[in-house]
Nanobody, 112 residues
Framework: QVQLVESGGGLVQPGGSLRLSCVASGIAFSSEGMSWYRQYPGKERELVAVINTFGHSTYYADSVKGRFTISRDNAKNTMYLQMDSLQNADTAVYYC?????WGQGTQVTVSS
């Protein structure tokens, strides 16, 4: 029974930072690649970042390169997304994903 729980979202001003976390259970965490997605209202979910099993290989969408950093701590079954220099366009619901499983999402709102 797989569970993914995101946390760390909130309201921040433009230029601010947030750190999202995703805690996984019911899955062999260390053997799986993981990813972060985000979804704008009325739009389809889009890929933000991907990390392989031990964090040695990553992928970022062009829109977040240089600002977001994906990482993982296999001992804690946790994946992170450090978001710096946040922009209004980063406002969305952020989801973590392993295989075909998804968390419930955490809201990030960037506004002055």
């Amino acid at each position: 029974q797989v569970q993914l729980v995101e946390s760390g979202g909130g309201l921040v001003q433009p230029g601010g930072s947030l750190r999202l976390s995703c805690v996984a259970s019911g899955i062999a965490f260390s053997s799986e690649g993981m990813s972060w997605y985000r979804q704008y209202p009325g739009k389809e979910r889009e890929l933000v970042a991907v990390i392989n099993t031990f964090g040695h290989s990553t992928y970022y969408a062009d829109s977040v390169k240089g600002r977001f950093t994906i990482s993982r701590d296999n001992a804690k079954n946790t994946m992170y997304l450090q978001m710096d220099s946040l922009q209004n366009a980063d406002t969305a619901v952020y989801y973590c994903s392993i295989r075909t499983d998804w968390g419930q999402g955490t809201q990030v709102t960037v506004s002055s």
